[in-house]
């Protein structure tokens, strides 16, 4: 008997994190991969830039994978693809959207001369190897989202990438609800989907819904009105400026991010801009106050953002003014809380109006609440249910959904970042594991801060160091100068010369019993040093900062 065609699923990314979303399909000696994301950095990762996806799976098999094709144009999906460009150049397939928002990355990191993008449309099927990938549109927070269906030997698979379901979206164009159900008609093998918002009863608001308290608002703004939100939200920054143009307000867009996505959205014609509405923020300034609206980002509380900066007091060109009415439209991604919540009480204390996300209908998510993911279930019948990007509880709740919806149990799997996961037409299985985990970029560095680094970083952050400078005669054994200390982020040295005195007396003891005793290496007597005086400082102040001992010769 022949042996039955298997496929694989390969997560390197996304499961059990939001952030850094990359699935491998492999059939045979043919890899498809979908998305290609980044992440942004843990509490604790001190000084990392963003964090990407490791593809040592993908540059293994470097031969086989055919393409990359990309949901949407959201960081967690585009953002790793400046880098692995550089070691990875197939061709990417993405709609207009999301490719002339990467454009403008790649342009950023002056690689764009070396990708070869091919833009797809809703609808469209491409074949790539033994593939065919079909583009089916998507609601979600950024325009031109897609869900792809990948045609293979073995069965369809079908990634709904990030989505909710808006019957009313603000560009008009409906999740493709029709083609999903006919896929599930005909049989889809594999489903994966979204489990952001798995843990919300009922559906999510329809984007429209923050198009009426922005109309709300603006009614009753006597003064100017500062609007801070996703710098990628394509359909708010719209509601925001078509509800400015209704109230006879002109916008000025403030923050670099902002600035570029609008031009991309504007340019594409995916963002429509009455005549005359955009303005500079010279001219902005100079207008009554009734008669502007300022976009900008730092809806995260960023630290270099535009709306930090005028909270702050920090910002060159504007300041935040009694009578201000400022709408935070969006929020706090977890971790970010405290920051927004900071931003927020800054901006009171200036005596602007805050309407932030406590207020309802000032933001919606992107992602399907409960009923919204049982749709899809419905709607796409898999035999099988794989949940992608979410955390590990979203993935083991948007499994016990999928069970409740009479998903057999032994077809659903809770995968990890990493895990092979095989079908055949009838069964699917965990099959092994490939290499699969984080590279953290900082600066031009990528990959070259490891955990060792970090738990420096670590380190120093929490008790500082110590620098121990010493000359010593080797021939005599001697002692010629020193021992100095130097310290940064332990004490203020000024106010505890008695400490530091005392430190040095302890280092010059040690020394002199290394040489007492004969001991004339180096890195003994460094570890002697390092133990005496940690133990010494531990015992006055109870912190431990670095200790580097340098020993000089002569
Ligand atoms: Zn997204
Ligand atoms: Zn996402």
């Known amino acids: 008997m022949a042996k039955e065609p298997k496929l694989a699923l390969i997560p390197l990314g996304g499961l059990g994190e939001i952030g850094k979303n990359i699935m491998a399909v492999r059939f045979g000696e043919n890899i498809l991969v979908i998305d290609c994301g980044l992440m942004f950095p843990e509490e604790g990762m001190l000084g990392i830039d963003v964090v990407i996806p490791d593809i040592t799976y993908l540059l ?92 293979t030997p073995v069965g369809v698979i079908v990634h709904t990438g990030d989505f909710k379901i808006d019957q009313t979206p603000v560009d008009g164009e409906v999740t493709d609800f029709y083609r999903l159900a006919q896929l599930g008609e005909r049989g889809v093998l594999v489903l994966l989907s979204d489990s952001t918002n798995v843990e919300r009863p009922g559906y999510t608001m329809s984007e429209r819904m923050v198009g009426a308290t922005f109309d709300e608002t603006f009614r009753q703004a006597k003064e100017r009105i500062i609007i801070a939100t996703f710098a990628s939200n394509v359909h708010r920054l719209q509601q925001a400026i078509t509800t400015a143009h209704r109230y006879d307000r002109k916008v000025a867009v403030i923050g670099r991010s902002m600035i570029n996505v609008i031009n991309i959205a504007h340019e594409l014609g995916y963002l429509h ?36 900066r005028m909270a702050l007091g920090d910002h060159r060109q504007v300041e935040i003014l009694p009578g201000d009415t400022i709408i935070i439209s969006a929020t706090p991604i977890p971790g970010n809380e405290k920051l927004v919540a900071r931003i927020i009480d800054q901006l009171f204390k200036q005596g602007a109006h805050v309407i932030y996300e406590a ?5 919606v998510s992107g992602h399907p609440s409960q009923e919204e993911l049982k749709l899809m279930i419905n709607l ?68 070259d801060v490891g955990n060792i680094v970090l738990r420096d970083r670590r380190q120093l952050s929490q008790d500082g160091i110590l620098i121990v400078v010493v000359t010593i005669n080797r021939e005599l054994g001697q002692v010629m100068a020193g021992p100095d200390i130097v310290s940064r982020g332990f004490v203020y040295v000024r106010e505890s010369e008695q400490l530091m005195e005392e ?25 002697q040093v390092r133990d005496v005086l940690g133990k010494f400082l531990y015992e006055k102040t109870r912190r431990r900062p670095m200790i580097l001992p340098i020993i000089m010769e002569v």
């Not at 207020?359 to 933001?363: E, R």
Request: aromatic share 4%.
């Open 359 to 363: 207020v309802s209908g000032i933001h």
């Open 273 to 308: 801009i009455p005549e005359g509405t955009l303005v500079e923020l010279e001219e902005a300034n100079r207008l009554p106050k009734n008669k502007v609206v300022f976009l900008c980002t730092g809806s995260q509380g960023e630290p270099m953002s535009a709306l930090t």
């Open 380 to 447: 796409v019948k898999p035999r099988f249910f794989v949940p992608v990007h979410g955390e590990y509880r979203m993935l083991i709740k948007h499994a016990e959904l999928a069970r409740t919806m009479g998903i057999p149990a032994e077809h659903i799997f809770v995968a990890e970042n990493g895990q092979v996961l095989e079908f055949t037409r009838r069964s699917g299985r965990i099959a092994g594991r490939v290499t699969a985990g984080r590279v953290l970029v900082d600066g031009l560095g990528v990959g």
């Open 503 to 527: 430190a040095r007396q302890r280092v010059k003891e040690a020394l002199e019993k290394c040489n007492d005793r004969g001991l004339s290496e180096w890195a003994a007597i460094k570890s």
């Open 60 to 151: 293994e098999n470097k031969d086989a994978v055919r393409g990359i094709v990309l949901t949407h144009g959201h960081e967690d999906h585009i953002g790793a693809l400046p880098y692995v460009l550089k070691q990875l150049n197939v061709p990417i397939y993405g709609t207009r959207l999301t490719l002339g928002l990467l454009q403008g990355k790649l342009k950023e990191q002056g690689v764009a001369g070396e990708a070869n993008l091919e833009v797809v449309k809703p609808r469209d099927t491409v074949t790539i190897g033994p593939f065919k990938v079909e583009f089916i549109r998507v609601s979600h927070s950024i325009p031109d989202a897609v869900a792809v269906a990948v045609h």
